[in-house]
Nanobody, 123 residues
Framework: QVQLVESGGGLVQAGGSLRLSCAASGLTFSGYTMAWFRQAPGKERDFVARISWIGTSTNYADSVKGRFTISRDNANNMVYLQMNSLKPEDTAVYYC????????????????WGQGTQVTVSS
């Protein structure tokens, strides 16, 4: 059974930083594209960042480019999202996702999803 478990969310002031983690189990982690999405209240779930199987390729939404960094540790089945210079508009539930193939951006057609972790940025 595949599980993706996010952690690291919380309340932070604007300009601050958070590091989200996603622990994966039940899958051959190095064979999966990993991504982060986010969903604000009343809005659709939006693409944030994606990382290739071995971490050599990354992609970001324009809204987070230069502030967020996605990374992965295949030895420990982990994917991370370092978020710096946070803004109130970054407030959302952040979801980790896994796909056995390369999913076009900004598609949400990933095979597995975590339950999400809340990030709240105060002004």
């Amino acid at each position: 059974q595949v599980q993706l478990v996010e952690s690291g969310g919380g309340l932070v002031q604007a300009g601050g930083s958070l590091r989200l983690s996603c622990a994966a189990s039940g899958l051959t982690f190095s064979g999966y594209t990993m991504a982060w999405f986010r969903q604000a209240p009343g809005k659709e779930r939006d693409f944030v960042a994606r990382i290739s199987w071995i971490g050599t390729s990354t992609n970001y939404a324009d809204s987070v480019k230069g502030r967020f960094t996605i990374s992965r540790d295949n030895a420990n089945n982990m994917v991370y999202l370092q978020m710096n210079s946070l803004k109130p508009e970054d407030t959302a539930v952040y979801y980790c996702a896994a796909a056995r193939r390369i999913v076009p951006i900004p598609s949400r057609e990933y095979d597995y999803w975590g339950q999400g972790t809340q990030v709240t940025v105060s002004s």
